[in-house]
């Protein structure tokens, strides 16, 4: 049974700085990609970063591009997003995701974490 399991949200000034995590389990990690969405209240869940298998291709929303960059370490069966900058905008519930191909869209998402909370506040 996959298990994804986020840590590191919280309430942060406007401004500052999160670092969230996946923790994966149940699957090989390092054979599926991996990425994150958000859902403000209510909004729609929409997609956020995502990073493939080998480490070698990266995705942002254009919203966090440059702010938000996104890590995954193969060896720990984690994932990282890395929130710098962070805007009133960017508050919402953070999902970590897994699927077979890149997961960009909601679509290609085979499993979903609990999500996370993450408040900014100006």
């Known amino acids: 049974q996959v298990q994804l399991v986020e840590s590191g949200g919280g309430l942060v000034q406007a401004g500052g700085s999160l670092r969230l995590s996946c923790t994966a389990t149940?699957?090989?990690?390092?054979?599926?990609?991996m990425g994150w969405f958000r859902q403000a209240p209510g909004k729609e869940r929409e997609f956020v970063s995502a990073i493939s298998w080998s480490y070698a291709n990266t995705y942002y929303a254009d919203s966090v591009q440059g702010r938000f960059p996104i890590s995954r370490d193969n060896a720990k069966n984690t994932v990282s997003l890395q929130m710098n900058s962070l805007k009133p905008e960017d508050t919402a519930v953070y999902y970590c995701?897994?699927?077979?191909?890149?997961?960009?869209?909601?679509?290609?998402?085979?499993?979903w974490g609990k999500g996370i909370l993450v408040t900014v506040s100006s």
């Open positions: 995701a897994q699927g077979g191909r890149v997961v960009t869209t909601i679509q290609r998402v085979d499993y």
């Open positions: 149940g699957r090989t990690f390092s054979m599926y990609a």
